[in-house]
Nanobody, 127 residues
């Protein structure tokens, strides 16, 4: 599975950005796509994920720090997952990575739960 992330940029606090992650290849081998972020000098942290068992929709999961501000969604025909980020804060500044795989519930919020990664896209939120 290959993942191509896009949509990062510079935004003022309170603004919005929408990240995209397009998947290609052996899509049938995955059932979850997630977003992680990593700020300089920090660990890679879970942001959000969407898990599906059929052809549409899916269950969504969020880190407490982004709940109510970020929304993860999926476009099945395009094999693309989005992360809509609203009410951005300076502490949201980081490289954002999309990931894909078949993590079990206990590893869905951990980087090692995913076997495929896209390149990072930088989000900078100015105060």
């Amino acid at each position: 599975v290959q993942l191509q992330a896009s949509g990062g940029g510079l935004v003022q606090a309170g603004g919005s950005l929408k990240l995209s992650c397009a998947a290609s290849g052996s899509i049938f081998s995955i059932n979850t796509m997630g977003w992680f972020r990593q700020a300089p000098g920090k660990e890679r942290d879970f942001v959000a994920a969407i898990r599906w068992s059929g052809g549409s929709g899916g269950s969504t999961y969020y880190a407490d720090s982004v709940k109510g501000r970020f929304t993860v969604s999926r476009d099945v025909p395009k094999n693309t997952v989005y992360l809509q980020m609203n009410s951005l804060k300076p502490e949201d500044t980081a490289d954002y990575y999309c990931a894909a795989g078949r993590p079990i519930s206990s590893t869905m919020r951990l980087p090692y739960g995913y076997g495929y990664w896209g390149q990072g896209t930088l989000v900078t939120v100015s105060s």
